[in-house]
């Protein structure tokens, strides 16, 4: 996985409450257990504190999977998307 | 400096939430030094699960306390930060967030969940369109004006409401407005008319702890003035009513955990400095007492200003030390003749200038004054003394004054560690009580036996009941002291309140005298007033006043008082805490027996009446009052 995409599995996790290792860029955050628009924001905030980034709250909430959110913040901060996958 | 990564924390973290995990206190102190607030809202996501006990262990016994959360929006964002904040003050929180807007329901409904719950504390949230009328009209400020006067008066009728029917305490804040409803007038002087109608709102909120002893305003609008944060995140406002920016929450936070920890008696009380590049620039033993930088200039200025400012701590009751590694001699010559120090020597309680490592001086300074490690707070400039301490004494604080010398004084107070809820008489006069205790101890070296000491020393106790000008003291005695404190039963101010009024319970509170100088409520006995029997419900008296025989005076105090009711047993509880060690033997050496085989509960009869008064002690007011 890509630098960023491991930053950004680290930064799930703990909202998700998972470990990080249990995601990969097809996890979908439809199929994380009690996954919430609460916790949608939470991650969010975490995203923002740590990378350059401010997200558009509508893209940021029809993200599915991890991958389109790497993608997302990719492309806040100014680099081609990413993809290696 | 944080001694664990944070990804080590948060799997150590998630590693507690197991059935049958051990204690794993190494968390406690890594959880205290947290300094960004995405780690500490990733720790608190995770301490929901997690039984405070084992992230602190059971040699640092914290603080339990129920704390309500209601509010006039979403307050989600903010409960894993304030579980963070909490436990990284000492408490074992048990905390209740109620639903978004739901305040005025929590508070005026007495059958409410918030109500069911019995909190010890409530936070109560609030946000600027909560108190605006839904749609006003920008060209009759008057009507907003009228509007907002009536909704701060009636947060505060269901705030106070809540307070007296609970015996809750509660903490509100001032209300900052958003710079939306500002810009929302485009004329100066009407934007003048909504600020004048914003601070009268505000400022009804903060008469409100005038009216009672249980409510509390903090005052949010400065603090946020004073940070580099918005307001508010429109989008998360937006989206789900989040009317504060993840920065909001975290200040919020932190100054709600640090109000938590004053209320339960877990404030710091001494301040020890460093002298060097801490209290002036430059370095004592290298540039000479005349060659450091202290004075009206830049950095000189920026020292001075630490100075200024502990100073005034002390005048509200923190005690001050020195710790530095200097020869005594050119830092005594400072603080006598340097014409630009603001401190003194007689402004500290002690000062260890040696070559000594820092940790053992902290904890000679301890003995020396009778004060617990916990109750210290050490403020240095070097990273290796505070990383030292950190190390090696994990119970005191430690501030670390890094960095451009004019951020120092505003890192000392930013901390939050010396807050409380109220000054006392007591706090004003603390330093020189202390001193006094200094030498009284270097009287007792003189005197070469204890008991010729406690003889010259002229002692008188004064025992007198407790009324409602002694509530704010008695409720400080019983937060505030660890050590002799036989039940650790600590009631709120209205408890006490109840409790000095009442027929059936009494309050007893004591002042000691000696040759020195006077201590006025050094301690407090409450009981239970039976005719045939008295109860001891709790004995606590302050850690300056140990080793002379005082307790045992005012012990016997309450024999006569009792049997001259024409009681016939006294009867005492003692259960043994971690820290009250002080207490334990009390009662046995006093002639009780133990009851049954709890070994908690003490008896003693009053016939014939015991003597326990010491010799060397004088007890006056033995008729006077009761």
Known sequence: MSDLTTQITEMIAPVADLDPSSLNPESRFEDIDDWSSLKALSLMVNVEQDLPVKLDLRRFMSVRTVGELVDLIAEGLGHAAETER | ?626
């Open chain 2, 1 to 626: 400096m944080n001694p664990i990564p944070l990804a080590d924390l948060l799997t150590r973290l998630r590693r507690l939430r197991t059935d049958g995990a051990a204690p794993d206190p190494q968390l406690w102190p890594a959880i205290r030094e947290l300094t960004g607030m995405v780690e500490r809202a990733k720790v608190g996501g995770l301490l929901a699960g997690v039984p405070a006990r084992l992230v602190a262990g059971d040699s640092r016994p914290l603080r339990p306390l129920r704390v309500g959360l209601t509010g006039t929006f979403t307050a989600d964002g903010l409960l894993p930060l304030l579980r963070t904040a909490l436990l990284a003050a000492g408490i074992d929180a048990e905390i209740q967030l109620t639903g978004y807007g739901r305040l005025m329901l929590d508070l005026g409904d007495p059958a409410s969940p918030l109500a069911d719950f019995a909190p010890d504390v409530v936070l109560c949230l609030l946000h600027d369109e909560a108190l605006l009328p839904d749609d006003w009209d920008p060209t009759d400020l008057a009507a907003l004006d009228q509007h907002l006067t009536a909704a701060a008066a009636e947060i505060g009728e269901l705030t106070l409401g809540f307070a007296a029917r609970t015996g809750a305490t509660m903490l509100l804040h001032t209300v900052p407005l958003s710079a939306l409803e500002y810009r929302t007038l485009v004329a100066q002087r009407s934007r003048a008319a909504l600020g004048r109608a914003w601070r009268r709102a505000n400022l009804a909120l903060l008469d409100l702890p005038d009216r009672s002893p249980q409510v509390h305003v903090l005052d949010l609008e400065t603090l946020v003035a004073n940070q580099p944060v918005a307001l508010r995140d429109e989008r998360r406002y937006r989206f789900a009513r989040m009317a504060w920016s993840p920065g909001v929450e975290d200040l919020y936070a932190t100054e709600a955990a640090a109000f938590c920890r004053a209320l339960t008696g877990l404030s710091r009380k001494v301040l020890v400095l460093d002298l060097d590049q801490t209290l002036w620039g430059g370095v004592i033993g290298d540039d000479g007492p005349t060659g450091i930088e202290l004075g009206s200039l830049y950095p000189g200025n920026a020292y001075l200003e630490v100075q200024r400012r502990a100073k005034k701590l002390r005048q509200q009751g923190v005690l001050l030390a020195v710790c530095s590694k200097n020869s005594p001699e050119p830092v005594a010559r400072v603080f006598a003749e340097h014409p630009a120090m603001v401190l003194r020597a007689e402004d500290f309680v002690a000062q260890a200038v040696n070559w000594s490592p820092k940790d053992g001086n902290l904890r000679e300074l301890g003995h020396r004054l009778n004060l617990s490690l916990d109750s210290m707070v050490f403020f240095d400039d070097s990273a290796f003394e505070c990383e030292l301490v950190r190390q090696s004494l994990p119970d005191v604080r430690v501030v670390h004054a890094d960095g451009d010398p004019a951020d120092h004084a505003a890192r000392l107070l930013g901390s939050g560690l010396f807050d409380v809820v109220q000054l006392t008489d007591t706090d004003l006069e603390r330093t020189g009580r202390y001193r006094a205790e200094v030498q009284r101890r270097a009287g007792l070296a003189e005197a070469g036996s204890t008991r010729a000491f406690l003889e010259s020393l002229q002692l008188r106790v004064r025992i007198r009941r407790a009324d409602s000008y002694s509530v704010p003291r008695v409720h400080q005695l019983l937060q505030r002291t660890n050590q002799f404190n036989t039940t650790n039963l600590r009631w709120t101010e209205a408890q006490i309140e109840e409790a000095v009024a009442s027929d059936d319970r009494m309050v007893l509170v004591f002042d000691v005298a000696d040759r020195l100088g006077s201590e006025d409520t050094v301690g407090v006995v409450l009981l239970t007033v039976a005719p045939a029997q008295w109860t001891i419900d709790n004995f606590v008296m302050s850690c300056r006043v140990f080793s002379r025989g005082i307790e045992f005076a005012v012990l016997h105090g309450v024999v006569e008082r009792a049997s001259r009711h024409g009681a016939s047993r006294l009867v005492a509880d003692l259960i043994p805490t971690a820290r009250n060690a002080p207490a334990v033997t009390f009662y046995r050496e006093a002639g009780f027996t133990p009851v049954a085989e709890s070994g908690q509960t003490y008896d003693l009869a009053l016939e014939p009446l015991p003597r326990l008064l010491p010799a060397w002690i004088d007890l006056e007011g033995e008729t006077a009052d009761v």
